[in-house]
């Protein structure tokens, strides 16, 4: 049966999800450090527009 609009079901493979929680702990990472990036990138852009 065809269904509009098309669709695809995706899977990771046991090797893709092994890297499960490496990301589990940059995401933590992230969220601890959300404010300094943001400052830093805040920096950079007004340094870069000089």
Known sequence: MCTLPPR???EATPLGLSLQ???E???QWS???LD???KARRNF???SQD
């Open 8 to 10: 695809v079901e995706y």
């Open 21 to 23: 929680p490496a990301f």
């Open 25 to 27: 702990r940059l995401l």
């Open 31 to 33: 969220e601890v450090h």
């Open 36 to 38: 300094q990036v943001a």
């Open 45 to 47: 852009e007004a340094l």
